[in-house]
């Protein structure tokens, strides 16, 4: 006897990308970063860390998409179950039952376990994409943070190199070497810059790409309304 499908709708949860741990183990080098401490800086003085922001508007409410995901899943396995179901309770109905009406009855069960299948993988292939979207937006957010903290690290280093070049004005050659080096950094800085605009895309690239999965999977998502419900009861000629 296969489990209730109803048994399957449980609330939703939210997955994580990966484990706390092995997150936090990541981001140790944000503590030896001198860009993320001035962010940390601006956030205690203005309120508001720019990096944070960045990744909070990049991102979205990652975790409202993921417990979505995870609504769609538990849908697409309770229509499993439902068809497993259908399966086995036509199966042992039709046991010790013949006849042109079994015959009938047990062609109509056929074909509505088949309608329920069909439901189920299209809404499985929504959630995984779904869950993929959600995990992409959440990595996104997180390599444009890193980015933006390797580019104020970069920063602050133009700087301190452009007061020392302004401090050795006096001599030749310290000017022109400190200008060079000067304009090399901030050619690596514009690079990336240019990456972290990179993840934006990247992210509203997959966006794109998720809505035109599931406005193609939608076709497939209304199967059921072409089964039709018997409209009124066996007529037996011979009674």
Known sequence: MTASPAAKLVPPTVTQPMPQAVDISLSLTDFVSPGHWLLWVIDKICGVNPAEWLAQQLAGDWESISKFASSLKHVSEFYTEYGKGLKEGSATMLKDW??????????????????????????????????????????????????????????????IEAAASAATSWTIVGPSVGMALIMSQIGVG?????????YVGMTVSAVFAFIGLVSGLLGAL??????????????????
């Open 190 to 198: 514009i690079l990336k810059w240019l990456e972290i605009l990179g």
């Open 98 to 159: 013949e006849g042109n009406a079994a015959t009938a009855c047990g062609k109509y069960f056929q074909d509505f376990s088949g309608a329920v299948d069909k439901q189920a993988e299209p809404i499985k292939t929504v959630a995984d994409e779904c869950q993929s979207v959600a995990f992409g937006s959440w990595a996104s957010a997180k390599a444009a943070v890193s980015g933006l903290e390797a580019l104020l690290d970069l920063a602050l280093m133009i700087a």
């Open 222 to 239: 209304h199967g059921l309304e072409a089964q039709q419900f018997p409209k009124t009861s066996y007529d037996n000629k011979v009674i």
